[in-house]
């Protein structure tokens, strides 16, 4: 009876130190992307035109950051994505509100152009 016990306890032990293990182990950021609630597009007056967007959006909890941002032009489009970090497993579910300034790569000629952040999508004219 007694070497049961002692097997069981070794079992357990080995249970928790693999786990405490594995956490150790585990990657430190999770990538995602940012939840945008609005998106408005600044222009400037000077010709070739500079675009600004000021991108209005939502962190789900305090764990959470704005992460890299990306753009990609391909004549009139534009695609801009806004990744998040998450770090930490234990994270107060509290929304956080955030505003990101984008300024994009490039001149604009006139003309209309479609600019899309994470699938939110607004038409400029210049």
Known sequence: MRESHVVLLGAVLIFVVASCTSSLTSPSAVAGTLQVRDVRV?????????VTLQVDGVLP???????RVSQAREGG??????????????????????????????????GTYTVRVNGVERTVTV
């Open 42 to 50: 600044i222009v400037t007056a000077p010709r070739p035109a500079q």
């Open 61 to 67: 909890d305090a764990c959470t950051s704005v992460g």
């Open 77 to 110: 489009a534009i695609i801009v994505t806004i990744m998040t970090d998450r770090s930490g497993d234990i994270c107060a579910q509290v929304i956080q509100n955030v505003t990101v300034p984008v300024t994009l790569n490039g001149t604009f000629v006139a």
